[in-house]
């Protein structure tokens, strides 16, 4: 595919978005015309003028001519700003539309997605990205075709004068042409690259900041500024670039008029002295001449601003062809919808995270039935967070099957999931809004009370009641105003609002006050009694409670069955008991 394809195939990803608004397309169109007409009478008209009016000494209709220029002038001018109104208005609301169609599409991508790339690159795209093809389209393509159809306009004019001074003329277009082409491609590699350094320096600017905790407690300061600083060198060095042959092609440009300007008039003396032609023709045909080369003046910055937009399109691009995990709009399924949790069957299942990598599942089985408690254990890297992972399918590239109710995990959407799964990580986060937001996450319609519900289910009811406001409290920068026991009790409570029949737990009560440790514990407690629970387990209390605990190695069960029976066999399972770092219950 050649690059001008490449090119249109990347505009006509904005254009779908003009589509809703052909009303405004329309008029902004039927403007140009109107604009054309009026450009070429103005010359036509000061022709007129010299050669009529003023030749014959005609004041009274000199007075004619000039009303009639003034007019012209008035009509190009409104033609001009209605284009402009239009065309731009309907822009920026097909840029409003992708805004909202990206953001759409980021919601549902693979959880996986977020796992291998910064945010920063991710938000770059849905900011700074559609800024540069809003201020690009609505002031430097749709500029560009009215410029080329009134230069068009123009030069049909000019043959029109005298053919001779337009053939002058078309002497300079071809190298005005191969300029034009040379360093608009050396334009758009610059942008490309100055998007691309851009996009990753925010990423490392977003990492820097959330990671400034980490920076400062290990005096990083130096090494992450030097780091940054070969982000903006880079940025700086392509933006000098692009300055570079924008401006150069903006001087050549500017030179080749004024060439074009003493050709015509050198040409045009003669012809005037060999009476082949009058001075109102040469006047007109400057005038005209002078009309063609400002667009092409302004080619120099629409064409800057177009690949401006051309490069931010090839990232935006990239956000568009990301396959998302579950379809934008709801598809029936010619499955009956899991309303309830009956029974989940992992058989031989493998997994690793790349195509080379090791496996980190290397045949797991093992069943639940609604109702049971299942405690995963093992060493770091033994397999355990990555059997959480593909249930909530973050990852769907595994081999062997995973059976819910009967059904295949890859043919059950994430929505159904949902309604079934709950789960209580290590790590939250928390939305800076009230309390409620944060627990209920505007999908509980307003029940106040459901959001009561939960947290009182999860014992944080205590702790909510004796904030300001409540349930109305304002949790601000991701919990800094809350202990980080009071966060996780939060986020507890967000996983059990929607009345899951299974909770996918990975405990967390490190750095966290005794008095919130044991509220959490006993809400740990209190799901175990009540609901179908996988459990990465840390603590014996919550080992002992399950009615099987899977030791894994290396990705393998090793051991299963209950504590008792494990603690009977004296193997791999009572080992980690005298490794665990843990309280009795």
Not at 69 to 75: G, M, N, R, T
Not at 215 to 235: C, H, I, K, M, P
Not at 482 to 507: H, N
Not at 550 to 567: F, K, P, R, Y
Request: with cysteine; hydrophobic share 45%; net charge negative.
């Amino acid at each position: 595919m050649s690059k001008s394809r490449f090119d249109w195939h990347l505009i006509s990803q904005f254009l779908v978005f003009l589509k809703p608004y052909r009303k405004q397309v329309t008029w902004g169109v039927l403007a140009v015309p109107v604009s054309m007409a009026s450009s070429v009478l103005f010359p036509w008209l000061i022709m007129h003028i010299v050669d009529t009016a003023i030749a014959a000494g005609d004041i009274s209709g000199l007075y004619l001519w000039v009303g009639l220029l003034f007019a012209v002038l008035v009509v190009n001018y409104l033609s001009d700003a209605s284009f402009n109104f239009f065309l731009q208005n309907a822009a920026l609301r097909a840029l409003r539309d992708m805004r909202l169609v990206m953001f759409k599409r980021v919601l549902r991508f693979s959880r996986s997605y977020f796992d291998t790339r910064p945010v920063g690159v991710t938000l770059t795209r849905l900011t700074s990205d559609l800024e540069a093809v809003s201020e690009s389209f609505a002031q430097g393509l749709l500029g560009m075709v009215r410029d080329v159809l009134t230069t068009f306009a123009l030069l049909v004019f000019l043959f029109i004068i005298n053919w001779q001074l337009a053939l002058v003329v078309l002497v300079l277009a071809p190298p005005t042409y191969w300029i034009t082409e040379f360093l608009r491609k050396r334009l758009r590699e610059a942008y490309a690259n100055g998007r691309k350094v851009l996009s990753e320096g925010t990423g490392y600017l977003q990492e820097g900041l959330n990671g400034m905790k980490t920076v400062q407690l290990y005096s990083a300061e130096d090494n992450v500024q030097a780091r940054y600083s070969q982000y903006t060198l880079g940025f700086y060095q392509s933006q000098s670039r692009s300055n570079f042959y924008d401006s150069s092609l903006f001087s050549i440009i500017e030179g080749l008029t004024t060439v074009a300007m003493a050709l015509i008039i050198w040409v045009g003396s003669g012809l005037i002295l060999e009476a082949s032609i009058t001075i109102g023709v040469l006047i007109g045909f400057t005038q005209t001449l002078d009309r063609i080369f400002v667009p092409v003046r302004d080619f120099t910055s629409q064409i800057a601003s177009i690949q401006r937009a051309l490069a931010a399109l090839g990232n935006i691009e990239e956000v568009f062809k990301q396959p998302l995990q579950f379809p934008m709009e709801d598809v029936p399924s010619e499955h009956a919808p899991l309303d309830s949790f009956e029974s989940l069957v992992f058989d031989n299942v493998r997994f690793r995270y790349t195509e080379d990598g090791p496996w980190v599942l290397n045949g797991v089985s093992f069943t639940l039935q609604h109702g049971q408690q299942i405690a995963l254990v093992g060493a770091t890297g033994s397999g355990k967070s990555t059997i959480i992972r593909l249930l909530t399918k973050t990852y769907e590239n595994y081999t062997g099957s995973i059976k819910i109710n009967g059904r295949e995990l890859r043919d059950i959407s994430l929505p159904e999931l949902a309604h079934l799964f709950a789960l209580m990580q290590q790590d939250v986060y928390l939305f800076t809004g009230s309390v409620a937001f944060n627990i209920g996450l505007d999908r509980l319609g307003g029940d106040n009370r459901a959001i009561e519900d939960a947290a009182r289910y999860v014992y944080a009811d205590g702790f909510i009641d004796q904030l300001p406001g409540k349930y109305d409290f304002v949790i601000e920068n991701n919990g800094g105003n809350l202990s980080a026991g009071q966060g996780q009790l939060i986020a507890f409570a967000r996983a059990m609002a929607t009345g899951c029949d299974v909770v996918l737990l990975d405990e967390a009560t490190a750095s966290v006050d005794s008095k919130t440790e044991k509220l959490i514990q006993r809400a740990v407690d209190h799901v175990f009694s009540e609901k179908t629970v996988i459990a990465i387990a840390h603590r014996l209390s919550t080992i002992k409670h399950s009615d099987q605990i899977l030791v894994l190695d290396s990705g393998v069960i090793v051991e299963q069955g209950t504590h008792n029976a494990l603690i009977a066999q004296r193997g791999r399972y009572a080992q980690l008991l005298q490794d665990m770092d843990a309280k009795p219950a």
